[in-house]
């Protein structure tokens, strides 16, 4: 099955800690990005790769982190000094920048 | 600044009603424009528009873009319970360092009651 998976679903964590979301895809994409949602807004960009070893910022990157070593994987870090941790966070990637993107389930991250 | 705006916010109907979802824009260097459908986790694609009067239908669903007056709507025919979702309308633009991204609208939140 192609797809695009991200781990785990809920995810808990004490104000001050660092916390890392999976995203994994096997659709050969290229490009892959990370968005933040949260209630009643639209998306917003963190942080987007098109091509392994290399990331750019989106509009709302302070406090989040990332690498991209393997084609597959996009792991996002959400760091202490992000200021309003809880929201839903979304993956998505696509076969070029341009194309539609294609979303994973999500990762619903509440920090207390 | 870029902006995506989606009306109405929500929207009750009942099953077999039509209903037209609108999105309009304002963005610099336009690509596309997309429509997504969110049930409770992952935005589902449903078209990518890119040119000017052209329908995209899939079943029940159709959407057509207007690049002069800068909008796009999402019709859904005989709607059904399943059709109970937030749609999400996107648009790429290209940005001056030629990066490309989407911007996403709130999303309209159709409620279908049987």
């Known amino acids: 099955d192609g797809g695009i998976t991200q781990s785990p679903k809920y995810l808990f964590r004490k104000e001050g800690q660092n916390v890392t979301l999976s995203c994994e895809q096997n659709l050969n994409h290229d490009a892959m990005y990370w968005y933040r949602q949260d209630p009643g807004q639209g998306l917003r960009l963190i942080y987007y790769s098109q091509i392994v070893n290399d990331f750019q910022k989106g509009d709302i990157a302070e406090g989040y982190s990332v690498s991209r070593e393997k084609k597959e994987s996009f792991p996002l870090t959400v760091t202490s000094a992000q200021k309003n941790p809880t929201a839903f966070y979304l993956c998505?990637?696509?076969?070029?920048?341009?194309?539609?993107?294609?979303f994973g389930p999500g990762t619903r991250l509440t920090v207390t | 600044e870029d902006k995506v705006v989606q009306s109405p916010l929500s929207l009750v109907v009942h099953e077999g009603d039509t209903v037209t979802l609108n999105c309009s824009y304002e963005?610099?260097?336009?690509?596309?424009l997309l429509w997504y459908k969110q049930e409770k986790k992952a935005p589902t694609f449903l078209f990518m528009l890119?040119?000017?009067?052209i329908e995209k239908k899939s079943g029940r669903l159709s959407s057509i873009l207007d690049k002069k007056e800068l909008f796009s709507i999402l019709n859904i025919t005989a709607t059904q319970t399943g059709d109970s979702a937030v749609y999400l309308c996107a648009v790429g633009s290209f940005k001056m360092d030629s990066s490309y991204k989407l911007i996403f609208g709130s999303g309209t939140r159709l409620l279908v009651r049987p």
């Open positions: 963005v610099t260097n336009f690509r596309s």
């Open positions: 998505a990637s696509s076969d070029d920048r341009v194309g539609e993107q294609y």
């Open positions: 890119t040119s000017s009067g």
